[in-house]
């Protein structure tokens, strides 16, 4: 019987043991894209016979196990999945999963047979693009973006982008820090995210993050923050001061050339369901948005 703990920040390392190797190409299986939300989503880890399971909960979805993996990278038997089942009977939840990839979802389905149900939502997909692409802005349609970007680099001709390190990193938290509201009643998913993405500076440095940020004489105007798995690179934060043009689009191609160089693809990960956010998110030409999937019985 699987016994599930909560995952804490010292299961980092065993997160990036698990998922330094799994090829389910979506943010929800990097290590720190799941220590990001493991609190809003209320996630609960289970080990046993090198194979590693979630259990969250979303929203008005309820309680929902995640796809498992393995310490091999190998996709896991039938025997997981039936462990998942027979945990669930046990404990009087639904055989639900959640950010299922579209590559394991045969297993599931023919697992769960006729009584199988499948929802997906373009709100969850992930944006992969062409780390090429975003670090050249070649082409036509790429004009809009590096308009922002010109304009940004006319009005601070001499910004730099500085690699975070130990010697800055306190400096980047505290820009951090200054789109949380520490006072607000209510911590929505927004609130969260700026919370959490304060937190990672917390265990950067331990990490197999990377990132940088833009500074412009001694003041931070914009970060980004990711980590690399296989040949892509999953691009989990990017803040920038909203009152400055360009900002974000000039952070965004700075990151892709430090460092994704490497990198076949970046994964900037869901639109949320927020229109703005699809926009701009669409205005970078993603060359494939990653499907994923809710399964139920």
């Known amino acids: 019987m699987l016994s599930f703990e909560k995952l804490e920040p010292e299961h980092l390392e065993l997160l990036k043991h698990y998922l330094g190797h799994v090829t389910y190409e979506t943010c929800d299986y990097t290590p720190v894209g799941i220590m990001m939300w493991r609190d809003y989503f209320y996630i609960h880890i289970a080990e046993k016979d090198d194979t590693l399971y979630f259990l969250s909960r979303y929203g008005n979805i309820g309680q929902c196990f995640s796809f498992p993996v393995r310490k091999d990278g190998k996709t896991p038997t039938y025997e997981a999945v039936e462990n998942i089942s027979l945990y669930a009977k046990e404990n009087n939840l639904p055989l639900r999963f959640c950010t299922v990839p579209e590559s394991q979802l045969p297993i599931l389905v023919e697992y769960m047979g006729d009584s199988c149900n499948v929802i997906t939502d373009k709100a969850w997909y992930d944006y992969i693009y062409l780390a090429e692409d975003l670090a050249s802005l070649r082409g036509r349609k790429y004009n809009g973006q590096r308009n922002h970007i010109n304009r940004f680099q006319k009005q601070y001709k001499d910004y730099s982008f500085i690699p975070i ?28 995210e700026s919370r959490a993405v304060v937190e990672v500076f917390d265990y950067f440095l331990s990490s197999d993050l990377v990132g940088g940020f833009i500074e412009h004489e ?80």
């Open 165 to 192: 390190e130990a010697s800055n990193i306190d400096m980047v938290k505290e820009f951090s820090e200054t789109f949380c509201d520490r006072g607000a009643d209510k911590i929505d998913m927004k609130e969260y």
């Open 218 to 297: 001694g003041r931070i105007l914009a970060i980004a923050v990711g980590e690399k798995i296989g040949d892509t690179m999953y691009q989990h934060i990017e803040k920038a001061l909203p009152s400055i043009n360009g900002a974000y689009q000039t952070v965004a191609r700075e990151f892709a050339i430090t460092f994704a160089s490497e990198c076949m693809f970046i994964n900037r990960e869901e639109d949320e369901g927020i229109e703005g956010l699809r926009r701009a998110k669409e205005a970078l030409h993603p060359i494939k948005l990653q499907k994923k999937y809710l399964v139920y019985k």
